[in-house]
């Protein structure tokens, strides 16, 4: 038995959980957000057969996707701040970050 972690961006949330639905994949979903662009994040648990386990992640590599967007950095308080401090830079997000591990224990009630 495994646990998958996944965390991908909200914009990739609802059709992650809808292919979930389709391939009897049971998912715990948690709102959860980002350190690096406070932007809204979606945590999928899901507890899976080893033999099932590159299914689920083929399910997630098809439906997060990489995309580029603008961010605008957080001002500085610093007295020498540049005129660039606050300059829109594109940054690439999105995808997903996931986490397998092996579980001792599994249970249903």
């Given at each position: 038995m495994k646990m998958?972690?996944?965390?991908?961006?909200?914009?990739?949330?609802?059709k992650l959980g809808l292919e979930f639905v389709k391939a009897n994949?049971?998912?715990?979903?948690l709102a959860t957000s980002g350190?690096?662009?406070?932007?809204?994040?979606?945590?999928?648990?899901v507890g899976i057969e080893d033999d099932r386990v590159?299914?689920?992640l083929g399910i997630i590599k098809e439906t997060s996707h990489m995309?580029?967007?603008?961010?605008?950095?957080?001002?500085?308080?610093?007295v020498s701040m540049e005129s660039t401090a606050t300059t829109p830079m594109e940054v690439q997000v999105g995808g997903?970050?996931?986490?397998?591990q092996d579980i001792?224990?599994?249970?249903?009630?």
């Open positions: 998958v972690i996944a965390i991908v961006q909200d914009k990739d949330a609802n994949v049971r998912a715990t979903r350190g690096f662009l406070r932007s809204g994040n979606t945590t999928f648990m590159a299914e689920v995309r580029k967007q603008f961010m605008t950095p957080a001002v500085s308080l610093d997903a970050t996931v986490f397998v001792e224990q599994f249970h249903r009630f």
